[in-house]
């Protein structure tokens, strides 16, 4: 059967068994190998990918469930010379060691933080208890996902104070431009 859906923003298409995993889908089929398998049975959310915007397990979706629909890998949180704040994060906390739970970690935590979860130590680690980690000891993960929120905050700040300055510039220059128009008699 042909499978057509959407993976980091791209319309795919797939043409093979509808129950072939989707984790294998991505990773064989679509040239994607940042998803990555750890137990392959549900467990250890190693192959964490997001599926309209929600948190799934990728090595139990068989690819003819997300026919239209849009699937989110690890490959859309960065490129390797440019970095997500999350990404980053991960780097320079430790977070990551041998690095097979980390991209569905950092997908995980990638809908938590943008549904606007809380930043408090249990929350995080309540929200990441589908992702195991053998290596970390999760505090090192904790803190990663705190840092990226606070990153992320900071440059939507930034942003918006751009906006404005820009905005207020135009404002003052179309006030001089009136100022000096001579008004007619
Ligand atoms: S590989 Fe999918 S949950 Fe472990
Ligand atoms: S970094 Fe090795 S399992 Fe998490």
Redesign the pocket.
């Known amino acids: 059967m042909r499978v057509t859906f959407t993976v980091n923003g791209k319309r795919r298409s797939y043409g093979g068994s509808g129950m072939k995993r989707l984790l294998d889908v991505l990773r064989e089929d679509l040239s994607l190998p940042g998803t990555k398998e ?1 137990c392959g049975e549900g467990e250890c959310g ?1 192959c964490t990918v997001l599926l309209d915007g929600q948190a799934v397990v990728s090595c139990l979706i068989p690819v003819a469930q997300v026919a239209g629909r849009r699937v989110a890998t690890v490959e859309s949180l960065g490129r390797p010379d440019r970095l997500g704040p999350l990404q980053e994060a991960f780097l320079s906390e430790g ?8 991209p569905g ?1 950092l997908m995980t935590a990638s809908a938590y933080l943008r549904g606007g979860g809380s930043t408090r130590d249990d929350a995080i680690r309540h929200e990441l208890a589908g992702n ?5 000891g999760y505090q090192h993960i904790v803190r990663a996902v705190q840092k990226a929120a606070a990153t992320s905050r900071a440059r939507r700040q930034t942003r918006r104070a751009r906006r404005v300055t820009v905005a207020m510039t135009r404002q003052s220059r179309r006030r001089a431009v009136s100022k000096r128009t001579p008004r007619r008699a």
């Open positions: 750890g190693a977070a990551a060691q041998c690095g097979i739970c980390t970690m195991l980690c053998r290596c970390t």
